[in-house]
């Protein structure tokens, strides 16, 4: 297996999008507008093989001092060899670079992130998230996604 992570291109919008929406659609993660997908598509990473892209993650700033994973997904029969964990290292990585002293994500994978040291949090302790973002989801205000934080060394 020669998986490269990399940026994202624009030409990656389309299997971004799909990769993310087939979640979705399980009620997995929730799903995105290819007009969200393009407007993000320089804080997402893929994971590509062979030309194929195979997963995706994204890196949102949402403070001076925050910063978000989202829309971390593996596709189908990929699962269980790395991936996931190689999208959010990378993620972790560039926000280290940046200063960021802390990265949560909401999940429905609560698990897969407390094994990378993430710890399990409030979703109220994140107002910055909740009135930027979460007001205007559809969830909102009932929102079953669980919240998990890392706080990240000196960058």
Do not use: H
């Not at 020669?2 to 971004?16: E, H, N």
């Not at 269980?80 to 993620?91: D, F, K, S």
């Not at 909740?130 to 559809?138: F, R």
């Amino acid at each position: 297996m020669s998986i490269t992570i990399r940026p994202a291109s624009v030409a990656d919008g389309q299997a971004i999008y799909e990769l993310v929406n087939a979640y979705a659609r399980q009620g997995l993660m929730l799903s995105l507008s290819q007009s969200a997908v393009y407007q993000a598509i320089r804080d997402f990473v893929v994971a590509e093989e062979e030309g194929q892209i195979q997963g995706c993650g994204a890196l949102q700033i949402t403070w001076g001092d925050l910063g978000e994973i989202r829309s971390l997904a593996v596709a189908d029969g990929w699962q269980g060899r790395g991936i996931g964990r190689r999208i959010a290292g990378c993620l972790l990585e560039e926000a280290r670079q940046l200063g960021l002293p802390r990265v949560f994500a909401l999940t429905y994978q609560r698990p897969f992130f407390l094994r990378l040291d993430f710890q399990a949090i409030e979703k109220e302790s994140l107002p910055q998230k909740i009135w930027a973002d979460c007001v205007d989801c559809i969830k909102f205000p009932n929102c079953d996604e669980e919240a998990v934080i890392i706080y990240l060394e000196e960058a």
